[in-house]
């Protein structure tokens, strides 16, 4: 099965400061891979998805951007970080080599501040 | 657009006592229907998934049903340690999920 890495697991950032949150994935292929966020007691909300290194899609208007410049390596970025970015990031992996279960790493708690 | 509904929000029970989330979809090519258990401050955990209507799968007292609009996750004589978040997603080109159920079980 798939394994997911995600790092930092915590990050406080000051407003207005850069962001980069790296996501790795292994055991598999060619994934489909997403970037979500979850605020407190909320559901997931899809940010970015990708099919294919280079192929990003955009969710959710908003001012992060995320980049796949190798297969199994999703970049979620930000220029300049808003106290709204707050909020618990989570990567997650589904399909490649027939695979079609979904696959999530512990996620990043973000608190801008 | 795909639209994931879970209902109820929350789900207060007594130990032992059964109950039934309800996840409803709207999605053009289901590919998958996934369930998960979330804790606090962590990565959803994979449960199961569903892949075709009248299909069901069991784990220990959890139990998951699907049909073409909606699917179940059946909670039988629940313990304090089956409280968490539980989140319904749909795959058809991407991964889109409900709002979760969270279930408190009382000792």
Redesign the interface.
């Known amino acids: 099965s798939q394994t997911i890495h995600q790092w930092p697991a915590t990050l406080v950032q000051p407003v207005g400061s850069p962001l980069s949150l790296e996501c790795t994935v292994e055991g598999t292929s060619n994934p489909?891979l997403?970037w979500?966020r979850q605020a407190a007691?909320?559901?997931?909300q899809?940010l970015f998805?990708s099919?294919g290194i280079g192929q990003i899609?955009s969710e959710v208007p908003q001012n992060l951007s995320a980049s796949r410049p190798q297969d199994r390596q999703f970049i979620l970025s930000s220029k300049k970080l808003l106290l709204s970015d707050s909020g618990?990031y989570?990567c997650?992996s589904?399909g490649g080599a027939g695979d079609?279960?979904?696959?999530?790493?512990?996620?990043t708690?973000l608190t801008v501040v | 657009e795909d639209q994931v509904t879970q209902s109820p929000e929350a789900l207060r029970l007594q130990e032992g006592e059964s109950s039934s989330l309800n996840c409803s979809y709207t999605v053009s090519g289901l590919r998958g229907l996934f369930w998960y258990r979330q804790d606090p401050g962590k990565g959803p955990e994979f449960l199961f998934t569903l892949y075709s209507a009248g299909e069901e799968k069991e784990k220990e007292r959890l139990k998951a049903t699907l049909t073409k609009k909606e699917s179940f996750l059946h909670i039988t004589a629940p313990k304090p340690e089956d409280s968490a978040t539980y989140l319904c997603a749909v795959y058809d080109y991407k991964l889109s999920f409900g709002a979760g159920t969270t279930v408190t079980v009382r000792a």
Request: glycine share 16%.
């Open positions: 489909n997403y979500y007691g909320r559901g997931l899809l998805y099919v899609s618990f989570l997650a589904t079609t279960e979904a696959f999530f790493g512990q996620g708690r």
